[in-house]
């Protein structure tokens, strides 16, 4: 529902919509030698390295939200949580969707971003 219709600009969910309600994918009509192709990431972060600890302070997400070119931030850990190894995609801490006009472009927003982000963690 982000990255699609923004790397592509087809609606994503117009088509969904159509299809569980029994419409012509007819009525969603797009060129599809005509689609574009806007450099989009998605990140997903860990700040632990493997050692268990407990989250003290996360600063920096709205300064983070607001750079132009941040799609979507979504930290999944909060402070007081104990954090440890990653055993899944379950275990991750958060993650970033970033776009831009060009792939250079989008890894400058993705720097940015992250270095925005301050975590701290006291160690067990």
């Known amino acids: 529902e982000i990255i699609v219709p923004n790397v592509s600009k087809i609606d994503v969910n117009a088509v969904y919509l159509n299809?569980?309600?029994g419409l012509p994918m007819v009525n969603v009509k797009y060129d599809l030698t005509k689609v574009q192709k806007i450099p989009?990431?998605?990140?997903?972060?860990?700040?632990?390295?493997?050692?268990?600890?407990?989250v003290k302070s996360?600063?920096?997400?709205?300064k983070l939200a607001a750079l132009d070119g941040v799609l979507k931030?979504?930290?999944?850990?909060?402070?007081?949580?104990?954090?440890g190894d990653i055993y899944?995609?379950?275990?991750?801490?958060?993650?970033?969707?970033?776009?831009?006009?060009s792939n250079s472009a989008?890894?400058?927003?993705?720097?940015?971003a992250i270095g925005s982000l301050e975590v701290i963690i006291e160690k067990n």
């Open 19 to 21: 299809d569980c309600i």
């Open 40 to 54: 989009t990431i998605l990140k997903f972060f860990t700040f632990s390295d493997g050692q268990k600890g407990i």
């Open 58 to 62: 996360i600063k920096g997400i709205d």
């Open 73 to 83: 931030i979504k930290m999944l850990i909060h402070p007081g949580d104990l954090i």
């Open 88 to 101: 899944s995609g379950a275990d991750r801490h958060g993650m970033l969707i970033v776009t831009g006009a």
């Open 106 to 112: 989008v890894r400058s927003v993705l720097n940015d």
